[in-house]
């Protein structure tokens, strides 16, 4: 899919990647948990880039468009020694598999809306993403707005106050990111995990078991 678009950052979980399939260093006290995660936005915005930048550390900009729906995983470890699993449904743009969807965000902890900062129309494909979350999702679910592309800033069409504004109304936070530059991409993930926005961690189990798996 089209790849890479950044704000300042608004605070992070001080996360640090741990492998796909990292457990936690055997910490009696620590804490793990596995959260569904999907990505929604039209084709092309970088969907696809921003889960391989996250999970591989890779950007290709020859990427090809995501056919239904792709799966990969990535594993955090807090500061409070919470490792967290982020099972990601990175789900296709084209209007054809708009209806499958609903497979994938059914039972997520956070939906990530990804638009292009230099496509007006993706913005709007952004905001019907939001509708059906809203109407869909849920009741729980952490939404986050995600400008994409940010590198591309010559290029620009979305001014950041819009997507800040917007985000701000729908109880969203907003960040933007370049998945060619890396910028913001773990930041997004470690916002999502933090007490400041997401209520998934009220749901953290502290117990000897791995993986629990998280479905708000």
Same mark, same amino acid.
Not at 94 to 105: F, G, I, M, V
Not at 148 to 170: F, T, W
Not at 181 to 193: G, K, P, V
């Given at each position: 899919?089209?790849?890479?678009?950044?704000?300042? *950052?608004?605070?992070?979980?001080?996360?640090?990647?741990?492998?796909?399939?990292?457990?936690?260093?055997?910490?009696?006290?620590? @804490?793990?948990?596995?959260?569904?995660?999907?990505?929604?936005?039209?084709?092309?915005?970088?969907?696809?880039?921003?889960?391989?930048? &996250?999970?591989?550390?890779?950007? *290709?900009?020859?990427?090809?468009?995501?056919?239904?729906?792709?799966?990969?995983?990535?594993?955090?470890?807090?500061?409070?020694?919470?490792?967290?699993?982020?099972?990601?449904?990175?789900?296709?743009?084209?209007?054809?598999?708009?209806?499958?969807?609903?497979?994938?965000?059914?039972?997520?902890?956070?939906?990530?809306?990804?638009?292009?900062?230099?496509?007006?129309?993706?913005?709007?494909?952004?905001?019907?993403?939001? @509708?059906?979350?809203?109407?869909?999702?849920?009741?729980?679910?952490?939404?986050?707005?995600?400008?994409?592309?940010? *590198?591309?800033?010559? @290029?620009?069409?979305?001014?950041?106050?819009?997507?800040?504004?917007?985000?701000?109304?729908?109880?969203?936070?907003?960040?933007?990111?370049?998945?060619? /530059?890396?910028?913001?991409?773990?930041?997004?993930?470690?916002?999502?995990?933090?007490?400041?926005?997401?209520?998934?961690?009220?749901?953290?189990? *502290?117990?000897?078991?791995?993986? /629990? &798996?998280?479905?708000?």
């Amino acid at each position: 899919m089209g790849c890479s678009s950044s704000l300042p *950052d608004r605070g992070s979980a001080s996360a640090r990647l741990v492998g796909q399939n990292s457990e936690n260093g055997g910490a009696s006290d620590s @804490k793990n948990i596995r959260v569904k995660l999907v990505l929604l936005g039209d084709s092309g915005v970088g969907k696809s880039c921003i889960v391989l930048r &996250f999970v591989r550390g890779q950007f *290709d900009p020859t990427s090809k468009v995501t056919v239904g729906a792709s799966f990969l995983s990535q594993t955090i470890a807090l500061q409070d020694s919470t490792t967290v699993k982020f099972e990601i449904w990175d789900t296709a743009g084209q209007e054809r598999y708009a209806a499958l969807a609903p497979l994938y965000y059914r039972g997520a902890a956070i939906a990530v809306v990804v638009y292009d900062i230099t496509s007006p129309d993706s913005f709007s494909k952004a905001q019907y993403w939001v @509708k059906e979350l809203q109407k869909h999702g849920s009741p729980d679910i952490v939404m986050a707005l995600v400008g994409n592309k940010a *590198d591309l800033h010559e @290029k620009r069409e979305i001014p950041v106050q819009d997507g800040m504004d917007y985000a701000e109304k729908n109880g969203m936070f907003f960040i933007e990111t370049s998945a060619k /530059t890396a910028d913001n991409i773990n930041q997004l993930f470690e916002i999502s995990t933090s007490s400041q926005f997401s209520p998934i961690r009220q749901f953290i189990i *502290d117990s000897t078991e791995n993986d /629990t &798996f998280l479905c708000v």
